[in-house]
C-alpha cells in the first residue's frame, strides 16, 4: 500500500461528538452545544472548520462525530461550504483515544496530510491567527516525531482545566535547531487542581493549561499506539475495514467500533509516551465549559450584563439571561444565570454552573424513563488498511 502523505500538510480532525451538558438547557442531546451559535453568528462547529481552512496548510477536515447528528452535521458543513476529506459517524462515543486511532488509520488510507490537527469543535479562540502561528511552529516538532499539545497561558488558577508542566527545550539537532525554539518537552500533565495547587502552579511558572489540541505525525502516531494501545488499533481497524461507506460517510458497524476502549488521548498515550512537547499559546481560549465561561467570553454593558432575546432587567448587575422564548424578566439580581429556551428554564448563581450538568444529568434520567474527488473510492482504501504498518520514524525528545 502507498503510506505518502501530503508532506508537512496537516489534517485537521474535528471532534463533534460531544454533548455539552453544561450549557444546559440550550445545549442538549439533541443539539449539542458546538452546534450552538453561542459567541458570533455561526455555530461553534463552523468557526472550529473556518479556522483550519487554508488549503495552503491544510487538507480537507475529517470530521467525527455522533451518527445521531448525521443530518445537522451535514447540514451545518454545507452552510459553510465546506467539503470535508470523510465524515466518521460514530455508533457509540468512545472518548478521544479510539477517534484519534480511526481518523489516523484513515488519513493513511486516503493519503492525507502527513500530520493529524486534532481539535474540539466547542472551543471559543478569539484570536485565531496565534493559533495558526503556533500550528505553524508545532508543525517543525511534529516533523521530527513529537507528539505536539498546545498549552494555553493561564490568566488565573483555574481549577476546572487541567495543566501541562513544560520540562527542556525540545532538543533538536543541525540546521532544524532553530525551527522547534520555544517548544518543550512535557514534563507531566497535572489533573484538574484544587485551587491552592492552581495558585501554586502559578507562582512556580512553567504551567499551561491543557487545550486538548494536538499536533501528531501521523506514522509515529500509529507506531506508538500499536505498542501502548494495540487493542484500540486492533478494533479501529476492524470497525474501518467493515464500515458502511456512502461517498465521503463511514459508519463503523456497532459491534467493532465499541470493542475500542472508552479513554481519552491524554491518558492513553500523552501521559505514557516519551515524545510528549508543548507549545504555550494565547489565543484567548475558552473551552466554554459553563454558563460563566459564555458570560466572560460575551459583550457586556455597563451593568456587566449580558442579554439575548427578550429579556428585562432591573437592578441587576454581572448577569448572563437568555431567552429563546417568552419575555424574561429579572430583578434585584447579581451574578445570576437565566437561560430560557421556550421548553425549559435555568435560574442559577455564576458561582454553581459548574453544577448545572447534575440538572442536565437529572432530565435526561428523566426522559429516558418516560471527502473529496480524491476520496471517492473510500471503500476500496479502507478495505486495505487492516495491513497497515508504520515504518519508524526518528523520535524527536530525548526523555523527559
Known amino acids: 500500500m502507498d503510506q505518502s502523505f501530503a508532506k508537512g500538510i496537516i489534517t485537521p480532525v474535528v471532534l463533534a461528538g460531544g454533548s455539552g451538558t453544561r450549557l444546559w438547557p440550550l445545549s442538549s442531546d439533541e443539539k449539542p452545544k458546538q452546534f450552538q451559535a453561542i459567541a458570533g453568528r455561526r455555530s461553534m462547529f463552523q468557526q472550529t472548520l473556518l479556522r483550519v481552512a487554508d488549503p495552503n496548510r491544510f487538507t480537507a477536515p475529517i470530521i467525527i462525530g455522533n451518527a445521531h447528528h448525521e443530518d445537522m452535521l451535514m447540514s451545518e458543513l454545507a452552510e459553510c461550504d465546506i467539503e470535508p476529506a470523510a465524515v466518521i459517524l460514530e455508533p457509540e462515543g468512545r472518548n478521544t483515544a479510539p477517534a484519534v486511532a480511526i481518523t489516523a488509520l484513515?488519513?493513511?488510507?486516503?493519503?492525507?496530510?502527513?500530520?493529524?490537527?486534532?481539535?474540539?469543535?466547542?472551543h471559543f479562540i478569539r484570536d485565531p491567527g496565534r493559533l495558526i502561528s503556533a500550528i505553524d511552529q508545532a508543525r517543525a516538532a511534529a516533523a521530527l516525531g513529537a507528539f505536539v499539545t498546545f498549552g494555553i497561558t493561564p490568566d488565573g488558577p483555574e481549577t476546572s482545566y487541567g495543566y501541562i508542566k513544560q520540562g527542556d527545550l525540545l532538543e533538536s539537532s543541525g540546521d532544524k535547531a532553530e525551527d522547534v525554539d520555544g517548544i518543550f518537552q512535557v514534563a507531566r500533565f497535572v489533573e484538574k487542581p484544587p485551587r491552592h495547587d492552581a495558585v501554586r502552579m502559578l507562582e512556580e511558572g512553567g504551567y499551561h493549561w491543557n487545550s486538548g489540541m494536538f499536533l501528531f505525525p501521523v506514522a509515529p502516531l500509529l507506531q506508538e499506539m500499536q505498542v501502548l494501545i494495540p487493542g484500540i488499533v486492533s478494533a479501529c481497524q476492524k470497525a474501518l475495514v467493515e464500515a458502511e461507506v456512502d461517498g465521503n460517510i463511514i459508519r463503523p458497524p456497532h459491534e467493532a467500533?465499541?470493542?475500542?476502549?472508552?479513554?481519552?488521548?491524554?491518558?492513553?498515550?500523552?501521559?505514557?509516551?516519551?515524545?510528549?512537547?508543548?507549545?504555550?499559546?494565547?489565543?484567548?481560549?475558552?473551552?466554554?465549559?459553563?454558563?460563566?465561561?459564555?458570560?466572560?467570553?460575551?459583550?457586556?454593558?455597563?451593568?456587566?450584563?449580558?442579554?439575548?432575546?427578550?429579556?428585562?432587567?432591573?437592578?441587576?448587575?454581572?448577569?448572563?439571561?437568555?431567552?429563546?422564548?417568552?419575555?424574561?424578566?429579572?430583578?434585584?439580581?447579581?451574578?445570576?444565570?437565566?437561560?430560557?429556551?421556550?421548553?425549559?428554564?435555568?435560574?442559577?448563581?455564576?458561582?454553581?454552573?459548574?453544577?448545572?450538568?447534575?440538572?442536565?444529568?437529572?432530565?435526561?434520567?428523566?426522559?429516558?424513563?418516560?471527502?473529496?474527488?480524491?476520496?471517492?473510492?473510500?471503500?476500496?482504501?479502507?478495505?486495505?488498511?487492516?495491513?497497515?504498518?508504520?515504518?519508524?520514524r526518528m523520535v524527536a525528545s530525548k526523555g523527559r
Request: charged share 25%.
Open 106 to 122: 484513515l488519513a493513511v488510507a486516503c493519503k492525507l496530510g502527513e500530520h493529524l490537527l486534532i481539535m474540539p469543535s466547542d
Open 257 to 392: 467500533f465499541v470493542q475500542a476502549e472508552n479513554i481519552s488521548i491524554d491518558y492513553a498515550v500523552m501521559e505514557r509516551t516519551a515524545r510528549a512537547a508543548v507549545v504555550p499559546v494565547d489565543p484567548l481560549w475558552s473551552d466554554v465549559g459553563s454558563w460563566t465561561a459564555v458570560w466572560e467570553i460575551s459583550e457586556r454593558d455597563d451593568a456587566q450584563n449580558v442579554t439575548l432575546g427578550d429579556v428585562i432587567l432591573h437592578d441587576v448587575r454581572g448577569a448572563y439571561v437568555r431567552s429563546e422564548g417568552p419575555v424574561t424578566a429579572v430583578v434585584g439580581l447579581d451574578d445570576v444565570i437565566v437561560v430560557n429556551t421556550g421548553d425549559a428554564v435555568i435560574v442559577a448563581s455564576k458561582s454553581h454552573a459548574q453544577d448545572i450538568r447534575t440538572i442536565a444529568e437529572a432530565v435526561r434520567k428523566r426522559k429516558a424513563g418516560a471527502l473529496p474527488e480524491e476520496t471517492v473510492d473510500l471503500a476500496e482504501e479502507i478495505a486495505e488498511v487492516d495491513s497497515f504498518e508504520p515504518e519508524p
